[in-house]
């Protein structure tokens, strides 16, 4: 959750998008966010609070502003993801061999399937995603799309999200007092309008209200403004597993389920994001671009 001021977005003619390799690791401490650790922060306990399952923490998903590593390359072009290595940095060490875990689930798809009417509107926003994709210009990027939160503070009454995100600062106020009716005074927005409640020991958010200048995910995955997102997390020892499901069923075929989390506990405190700045727009030179691993 380190941060360094960086440019929001670089053409793809200018980039290929890079994650800088970790130090080397020893034996002794499993690799952030690897298989390994997460087996052990899920063996633990979970902890609870009046009854409930405690979510206070940070939480940490390999998310944030981290992705981007900005690498200026031989010929003045900035590399941002999946770079080579510069010449004579050591090697990572292997991390050590992980505990066999049950067998996952099939993915999830990873696009909306959209009604057939629709369909050339998604390749129209995508083919422009620099001139539509209001994400590029530092707005909050919306759900599921924000993913899950870096911090959570949780009372008898109500659980606060807080964001780290390349946007910048975010936050949502969640109650969890039994309530069952949206706030009917609100104008819609970016994070739309949330309510929590406990299934045993999963919190359930469902959030409503939504402007439609987000997207769902890359790739001109739009939405209308009767979007529904649910979702779900479940303390798992000294992790969070995430999941979120968006139902538009105006455009979309079926609810769809985007890339699912497993968060853990981390005694690295959020800070304050870099400014976003979309100081690069104005030089798009071809109009391709990465993808958004958020």
């Not at 003045?76 to 689930?105: E, L």
């Amino acid at each position: 959750m380190t941060h360094r001021l960086i440019r929001r977005w670089l053409p793809a003619a200018a980039c290929a998008a890079a994650i800088v390799a970790p130090a080397a690791l020893t034996a002794q401490a499993p690799p952030r966010g690897s298989a390994e650790l997460l087996a052990q922060l899920s063996a633990k306990a979970t902890p609870r609070l009046s009854g409930k399952p405690d979510l206070n923490g940070t939480w940490d998903h390999l998310g944030g502003i981290e992705f981007i590593r900005p690498t200026k390359l031989p010929d003045g072009s900035v590399c941002i993801r999946g770079c080579a290595p510069p010449a004579g940095a050591p090697r990572p060490v292997p991390a050590p061999a992980a505990a066999p875990r049950p067998a996952a689930a099939p993915p999830a798809p990873l696009f909306p399937k959209y009604k057939p009417e629709f369909l050339a509107k998604v390749k129209d926003l995508s083919a422009r995603q620099v001139e539509t994709d209001s994400g590029l210009r530092c707005m909050a990027p919306g759900l599921p799309r924000l993913g899950p939160p870096g911090k959570i503070i949780q009372t008898a009454k109500e659980v606060v999200f807080l964001y780290d995100d390349v946007n910048g600062a975010f936050f949502r106020i969640i109650p969890v007092d039994g309530r069952k009716t949206y706030r009917k005074d609100m104008p819609a927005s970016y994070l739309g309008d949330s309510i929590g409640r406990f299934e045993g020991d999963t919190l359930v958010v469902e959030t409503t209200n939504f402007n439609d200048d987000t997207w769902l995910t890359d790739n001109g995955a739009f939405h209308t403004t009767d979007l529904k997102v649910v979702e779900r997390l479940r303390r798992v020892g000294d992790t969070i597993e995430y999941t979120a499901t968006s139902h538009d069923p105006a455009v979309l075929v079926e609810p769809w389920n985007s890339k699912p989390y497993t968060m853990w506990i981390t005694s690295q405190e959020l800070e304050e994001p870099a400014r976003c700045e979309d100081r690069d727009l104005d030089h798009v030179v071809d109009g391709t671009h990465h993808d958004n691993p958020r």
